[in-house]
């Protein structure tokens, strides 16, 4: 008969309130035991928690951002009758003593190895974010898969010169050395660019420096910004919408801002214009599917909007623009952005985005070329407006005009279609009868 059980952080030795970097299974996954669950992340280390059981998850209780200790619900399983009951993770603290040693030396974080092929998997420090089935395999210490995912190393090609074939830091480096040494391509390299690693530097050697860590909101939109970077093939689309008429409108309707107690500044009119462009542009709105040979069309209009905050950058989401007035979503985005600043926002706040706006119009700047902020497919950057003179029935005359940078994933956007979106776009901001949108 089948029984749901519930599955709660262990013992993470003196890890508390550790925030989820990442949820590594789905409603619906057939698991095994010790297949991991999640992966947490303190100021100091990272790890993966694993499934005591094998089964069937049912839910999920947990989602990315959100902080975690000892005994927060992680998952319900559902498992077979036969499926004994978990053991106590007697050598959870332990491995959080090796999570910690992230970079201690191989032979320390060695003596250390507690796991037992009958007890259940102790929290295992991460392994790497985008390499992870090697490391799972080979026999490592985390400094040493560090060391090797740094170099592109493949640590289940090594053969490891430690005890009981361990791979330690010196087979690596001999590995590396014997592939250069070989003049054959790096083919055993897991770097798919084959980018040879930069030589670490010592700035000391050269003046007086400062270490300053990354904080958690950094080293996450890194990651996401750095994968979307590497596999998203960018081309940036760049216009400029005469906004002279809709900073007239706008200027017009300060008094009733100030009435309602809102900020109405262009990035809310921008936000209406995006949406109204995307209708007519439904690939601007969708994402690629996992197989990469389907576009996943959405037919609702939530646009991500990148705040700066002291802490760096994120991109919280505000839902069903098109349905929303511009006071309204004046309203959200001064909300959302003071509790960005705030660092109040949940992991509902950051999903569900179709398509991203950055603006620096508050700034400066001419252009720029966003990121697109996967999965989604295209991103407006938003720079500062400047009075030019544009040539208009025979004469220049100043205008108003506001640089737009589409940044778009040339594998489901042609350039063409981007210049079209952006030539809407800029006739939308630039005609003030759009202001009804
Ligand atoms: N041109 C000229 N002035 C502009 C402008 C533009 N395109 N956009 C806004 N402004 C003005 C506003 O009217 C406001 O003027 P006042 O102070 O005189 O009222 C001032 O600049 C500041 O605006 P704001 O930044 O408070 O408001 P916003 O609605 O334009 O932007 C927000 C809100 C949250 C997006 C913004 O504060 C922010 O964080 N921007 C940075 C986003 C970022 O870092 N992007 C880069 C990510 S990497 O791609």
């Given at each position: 008969?089948?029984?749901?059980?519930?599955?709660?952080?262990?013992?993470?030795?003196?890890?508390?309130?550790?925030?989820?970097?990442?949820?590594?299974?789905?409603?619906?996954?057939?698991?095994?035991?010790?297949?991991?669950?999640?992966?947490?992340e303190?100021?100091?280390?990272?790890?993966?928690?694993?499934?005591?059981?094998?089964?069937?998850?049912?839910?999920?209780?947990?989602?990315?951002?959100?902080?975690?200790?000892?005994?927060?619900?992680?998952?319900?399983?559902?498992?077979?009758?036969?499926?004994?009951?978990a053991?106590?993770?007697?050598?959870?603290?332990?491995?959080?003593?090796?999570?910690?040693?992230?970079d201690?030396?191989?032979?320390?974080?060695?003596?250390?190895?507690?796991?037992?092929?009958?007890?259940?998997?102790?929290?295992?420090?991460?392994?790497?974010l985008?390499?992870?089935?090697?490391?799972?395999?080979?026999?490592?210490?985390?400094?040493?898969?560090?060391?090797?995912?740094?170099?592109?190393?493949?640590?289940?090609?090594?053969?490891?010169?430690?005890?009981?074939?361990?791979?330690?830091?010196?087979?690596?480096?001999?590995?590396?050395?014997?592939?250069?040494?070989?003049?054959?391509?790096?083919?055993?390299?897991?770097?798919?660019?084959?980018?040879?690693?930069?030589?670490?530097?010592?700035?000391?050697?050269?003046?007086?420096?400062?270490?300053?860590?990354?904080?958690?909101?950094?080293?996450?939109?890194a990651?996401?910004?750095?994968?979307?970077?590497a596999?998203?093939?960018?081309?940036?689309?760049?216009?400029?919408?005469?906004?002279?008429?809709?900073?007239?409108?706008?200027?017009?309707?300060?008094?009733e801002?100030?009435?309602?107690?809102?900020?109405?500044?262009?990035?809310?009119?921008?936000?209406?214009?995006?949406?109204?462009?995307?209708?007519?542009?439904?690939?601007?709105?969708?994402?690629?599917?996992?197989?990469?040979?389907?576009?996943?069309?959405?037919?609702?209009?939530?646009?991500?909007?990148?705040?700066?905050?002291?802490?760096?950058?994120?991109?919280?989401?505000?839902?069903d623009?098109?349905?929303?007035?511009?006071?309204?979503?004046a309203?959200?985005?001064?909300?959302?952005?003071?509790?960005?600043?705030?660092?109040?926002?949940?992991?509902?706040d950051?999903?569900?985005?179709?398509?991203?706006?950055?603006?620096?119009?508050?700034?400066?700047?001419?252009?720029?070329?966003?990121?697109?902020?996967?999965?989604?497919?295209?991103?407006?950057?938003v720079?500062?407006?400047?009075?030019?003179?544009?040539?208009?029935?025979?004469?220049?005359?100043?205008?108003?005009?506001?640089?737009?940078?589409?940044?778009?994933?040339?594998?489901?956007?042609?350039?063409?279609?981007?210049?079209?979106?952006?030539?809407?776009?800029?006739?939308?901001?630039?005609?003030?009868?759009?202001?009804a949108?």
């Open positions: 008969m089948a029984v749901e059980k519930e599955i709660l952080v262990p013992d993470i030795g003196d890890f508390e309130d550790v925030e989820v970097i990442e949820v590594l299974v789905s409603a619906g996954d057939a698991i095994e035991r010790e297949d991991s669950l999640v992966t947490i303190s100021d100091k280390a990272s790890m993966e928690i694993p499934s005591p059981f094998s089964g069937v998850v049912g839910e999920i209780a947990v989602s990315v951002g959100q902080r975690v200790s000892e005994g927060t619900l992680l998952a319900r399983i559902t498992t077979s009758d036969a499926e004994p009951d053991k106590p993770i007697a050598v959870a603290r332990e491995a959080a003593a090796r999570a910690t040693a992230v201690a030396e191989p032979a320390a974080v060695e003596a250390s190895e507690p796991t037992t092929s009958d007890e259940p998997r102790a929290p295992q420090p991460a392994p790497a985008h390499a992870a089935s090697a490391a799972r395999t080979a026999h490592a210490s985390p400094s040493v898969r560090r060391f090797a995912r740094e170099l592109g190393a493949n640590l289940d090609r090594i053969q490891g010169s430690g005890r009981k074939g361990r791979v330690l830091k010196q087979d690596v480096q001999d590995y590396i050395k014997r592939a250069l040494h070989q003049g054959s391509p790096p083919a055993p390299l897991e770097n798919v660019l084959q980018i040879a690693p930069a030589r670490p530097v010592d700035f000391s050697e050269f003046g007086e420096i400062e270490i300053a860590p990354l904080n958690n909101i950094r080293k996450i939109a990651r996401s910004l750095h994968r979307s970077w596999t998203i093939p960018h081309v940036t689309q760049f216009d400029e919408a005469d906004i002279t008429e809709l900073e007239a409108y706008r200027k017009s309707q300060q008094i801002a100030e009435k309602r107690n809102v900020k109405l500044t262009a990035l809310t009119f921008v936000m209406k214009a995006v949406v109204s462009t995307l209708k007519e542009f439904p690939q601007f709105c969708a994402s690629l599917d996992e197989s990469g040979d389907n576009l996943i069309l959405k037919r609702y209009f939530h646009i991500g909007v990148a705040v700066d905050t002291p802490n760096g950058l994120v991109v919280p989401v505000v839902r623009v098109d349905r929303k007035g511009l006071f309204d979503l309203a959200e985005l001064a909300e959302v952005s003071e509790r960005a600043r705030n660092r109040k926002l949940t992991q509902a950051l999903s569900g985005g179709c398509f991203s706006i950055s603006s620096l119009g508050g700034i400066g700047g001419t252009a720029f070329t966003p990121i697109v902020n996967g999965p989604e497919v295209a991103i407006l950057g720079s500062r407006h400047l009075m030019k003179p544009v040539h208009l029935d025979g004469q220049f005359v100043p205008r108003l005009m506001l640089p737009l940078s589409l940044s778009y994933d040339h594998r489901v956007i042609d350039g063409a279609a981007a210049a079209r979106f952006t030539t809407k776009l800029r006739g939308v901001l630039s005609d003030v009868r759009n202001l949108l």
